[in-house]
């Protein structure tokens, strides 16, 4: 939040929805993220629960939920679902900047990979030509 007081009309309240985060004490973080098709779905699922267990703000009792949500162009793509105490915004983003820096440590360590988009180019007429099929000749 930037700080400044915020007015908000009677007619927006009356027609529309208004969240409040702090009626709680407590927020659900939603982190999505992506590992490479080479890497061991399980062990992925077992160490990212692992370490948003390792956090302060985690809310434990009411637990965390992991699944893979899709099958990318470059990657199986995930959702970790937890909650966090929530009294500010900044127990939101603490809770959220912790875990992607705990869990990228540990893919690290662990040799899982966070994908990235990848692109094939395709040369030839009828699905593609391997640069590396035919010998490369340079003249000097």
């Known amino acids: 939040m930037p700080g400044q007081e915020v007015f908000i009309p009677n007619q927006i309240i009356y027609n529309g929805t208004f969240t ?3 009626t709680w004490g407590k927020r659900r ?3 999505r993220s992506g590992v490479s ?3 061991d779905l399980e062990r992925v699922k077992s160490v ?3 370490e948003v267990k390792k956090i302060e703000e985690l809310l434990p009792e009411e637990g965390i939920d992991f699944y893979f949500t899709a099958i990318g162009d470059s990657t199986y793509n995930f959702m970790l679902r937890y909650w966090v105490q929530f009294n500010s915004n900044d127990d939101y983003c603490k809770g959220m900047n912790d875990v992607i820096i705990r869990i990228k440590k540990r893919f ?3 040799g899982i990979s966070i994908a990235y988009p990848v692109t094939t180019l395709d040369f030839g007429v009828k699905g593609g030509v391997n640069l590396f099929d035919k010998e490369i000749n ?3």
Do not use: F, H
Request: charged residues 30%; negative net charge; glycine residues 6%.
């Open 20 to 22: 409040n985060y702090s």
């Open 29 to 31: 973080i939603i982190l």
């Open 37 to 39: 098709y080479g890497d």
């Open 48 to 50: 990212a629960m692992d």
């Open 108 to 110: 690290e360590q662990e």
């Open 138 to 140: 340079i003249k000097s």
